[in-house]
């Protein structure tokens, strides 16, 4: 058990209570931000919650201070890509300008180690084949953009022997805690996992598919689908990493194989077992055709290895917890 406290941002959504859950079971000390602007209190489970803004500067440095907070995992971000085509300034306010205010907080208290949940948009329109850590990173939304120059602080950060980082690039996360415990509860959700199940349920009357005509196999858009469970392990690998003395890196999180949205809606239907309504539409503003990581070097240099690589057990553990969340708020 180490002595320091793991100040987890953004710790109250999808993602983040992932972490806080595989953190807390591993014995470390947690302590959350988040300002519940998409997050929800009861995600965080038995770790401490503030609720604030990562941007408040005397909040941030109280918490870094008062828990003797050692590494930081930064998840806080608004996420949607469209909604960062259609309102960029807020993207780089939330993402871009208050992350440079909690470096600030961080480099002034002592912070050692920083988690940064950046993102495959940070690519833009890859090249042929999978995507590696030193391709070009050139974002064709605000998104990407706010978290690249996220990264670029990070770098800059760590020539000065200021903090050392691991800047995990996550592809598409999607499925939940297989105990259903938590699990993306997100309202008025994009993601096409998530938008899937609420089809599946009723939530939704049917689901959209954004382009039919891109150069993928069957027309539709491409992506890496990785499940939380095993992204929220690498968070885990990445914090030893950095305990023992790691050297500041970046590392993709994906599986290294694509599936369209075709796909995705037929391991939902099979995990379902009957047809969702589906409606073919436009292409979505901001939408690469194919995105896939090749995400060896996270095995390499972590020793992370998936364990919930399957199309069909990310459908049945996302449309276990709307199940859930169905039954809980019955519509
Ligand atoms: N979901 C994906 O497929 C995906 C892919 C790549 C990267 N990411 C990154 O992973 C991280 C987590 O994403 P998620 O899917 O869990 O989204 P989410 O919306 O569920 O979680 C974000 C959390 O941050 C909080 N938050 C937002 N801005 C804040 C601020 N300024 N101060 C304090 N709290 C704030 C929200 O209330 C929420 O709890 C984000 O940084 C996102 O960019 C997600
Ligand atoms: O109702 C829907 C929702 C999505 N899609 C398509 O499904 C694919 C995946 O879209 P979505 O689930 O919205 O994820 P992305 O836009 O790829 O973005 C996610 O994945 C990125 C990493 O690749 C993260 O950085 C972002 O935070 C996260 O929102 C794309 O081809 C979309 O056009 C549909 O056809 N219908």
């Not at 499940?227 to 990493?241: G, I, K």
Request: hydrophobic fraction near 40%; charged fraction near 20%; glycine fraction near 10%.
């Amino acid at each position: 058990m180490n002595a320091e406290t793991i100040l987890v941002t953004g710790g109250a959504g999808y993602i983040g209570s992932h972490v806080v859950r595989q953190l807390r079971e591993a014995g470390e000390s947690v302590v959350v931000l988040d300002d519940l602007s998409t997050g929800f209190r009861e995600a965080v489970l038995d770790a401490t919650l503030v609720v604030g803004q990562v941007g408040d500067e005397a909040l941030v440095e109280r918490v870094l201070a008062e828990h003797a907070v050692g590494t930081v995992m930064h998840f806080a971000a608004r996420t949607i890509v469209p909604e960062s085509v259609a309102d960029p300034l807020r993207y780089y306010g939330n993402n871009t300008a208050q992350t440079r205010s909690l470096l600030e907080r961080c480099v002034k208290v002592g912070v050692r180690h920083f988690v940064f949940s950046s993102t495959a948009a940070v690519y833009g329109i890859p090249g042929d084949g999978r995507v590696r850590e030193d391709s070009p990173t050139q974002p064709i939304n605000p998104y990407g953009s706010s978290k690249l120059m996220s990264e670029w602080m990070l770098r800059d950060l760590d020539a000065i022997g200021a903090l050392r980082h691991v800047v995990l690039r996550y592809f598409n996360v999607a499925g939940s805690d297989p105990q259903a415990r938590i699990g993306q509860s997100t309202k008025n959700a994009t993601l096409l996992f998530k938008v899937a199940c609420e089809v599946a349920l009723g939530r939704r009357t049917q689901l959209s598919v954004f382009g039919s005509d891109y150069p993928t196999p069957d027309g539709t858009g491409v992506r890496d689908y990785i499940h939380v469970e095993d992204l929220a392990a690498a968070h885990l690998q990445a914090l030893h990493y950095l305990r023992r003395g790691g050297a500041s890196t970046t590392l993709n999180c994906g599986y290294g194989h694509g599936y369209s949205v075709r796909e995705v809606i037929a391991a939902v239907e099979r995990a379902h077992g009957a047809p969702l309504a589906v409606l073919e539409q436009p292409r979505r503003a901001g939408d690469p055709p194919s995105l896939v990581a090749d995400a060896s070097r996270a095995g390499e240099v972590l020793g992370w290895r998936p364990r919930y690589d399957d199309i069909d057990v990310i459908a049945r553990t996302a449309l276990a917890w709307e199940r859930r969340l169905a039954a809980a708020s019955p519509s």
